[in-house]
């Protein structure tokens, strides 16, 4: 069995990887691969048995890698995502894990792909799950408000009047005024989930940004973009070469 892995975060997929060899140790493993354009590249080159993904890499959302592509193989994913969006994969026959990942969770998900390898040859199974991508993407699952903390009291932040969000020693909100509130999540990854992609946009592994509240952007040479954000003072936001052609596809819409 070939089996593609797809994770960016590297301690993720060390203990990934060393679980998947302790409960297949027969399977011939690819990856981790981090990014969405080379997990392409290595579809093209390859079709896989299964794939075991986490919704988040390097460059964006895995499954644009699989819409709109022909899909061959089973997916697990795996993410820290909402135990409700899970049961919905769970009855489509595509398991899907939260981190992080438990062996008996990942041992009952490799066997259930054995039990129901035969299926995934079917034609029709096969655009049903295809239509199961679709319909993922296009649902209303984003987040319209965010609980926060300030000193002993919660507030409600709506997503509207977030500018971003950071990483440092925890996850922060900023909002639209520059406030900085601290949050109850564990990684930026789990934050870009829940946000809708047309108004937000991961910058880097410590930023998200928010589209209603740049400021200001440049260019150097190297293909890097310096982006500034309102009532963000001097501080400058980078987005590296490699998600530049991106980040401008994302402001024009």
């Known amino acids: 069995m070939n089996i593609l892995v797809l994770e960016d975060e590297p301690l993720v997929a060390e203990s990934l990887l060393k679980l998947v060899r302790q409960l297949e140790p027969e399977a011939s493993i690819t990856g981790p691969v ?3 354009k080379d997990a392409r590249m290595k579809l093209e080159m390859q079709t896989p ?4 993904s986490d919704i988040q890499l390097a460059d964006g959302i895995s499954l644009d890698v699989f819409t709109g592509y022909n899909i061959q193989c089973p997916i697990i994913f795996t993410t820290a ?3 409700y969006a899970v049961r919905a994969f769970k009855v489509n026959s595509i398991d899907y894990l939260l981190k ?3 062996k008996n969770e990942l041992k009952a998900a490799l066997d259930k792909y054995h039990l129901l390898q035969s299926k995934f040859g079917n034609k029709a199974y096969l655009q049903q799950i295809g239509e199961l991508f679709r319909d993922f993407k296009s649902a209303g699952k984003y987040k319209e408000r965010f609980a926060v903390h300030m000193g002993r009291n919660v507030l409600l932040v709506p997503s509207s009047e977030a500018a971003g969000f950071s990483k440092e020693e925890v996850i922060y909100l900023v909002s639209n005024s520059g406030k900085k509130y601290i949050t109850d999540y564990r990684s930026l990854d789990e934050v870009e989930e829940l946000l809708d992609p047309s108004q937000f946009f ?15 952007m440049h260019g150097d040479e190297s293909g890097k973009i310096y982006v500034k954000m309102k ?6 936001i980078i987005i590296s070469k490699e998600k530049a052609a991106s980040f401008r596809k994302w402001l024009e819409g």
């Open 49 to 52: 048995d299964l794939i075991i």
């Open 100 to 102: 992080p990942v438990d």
């Open 231 to 236: 009532h963000g003072g001097d501080e400058e």
């Open 202 to 216: 991961r910058a880097n592994r410590q930023h998200i940004i928010g589209i209603n509240y740049i400021a200001s």
């Open 34 to 36: 981090q990014s969405v």
């Open 81 to 83: 995502y909402d135990e």
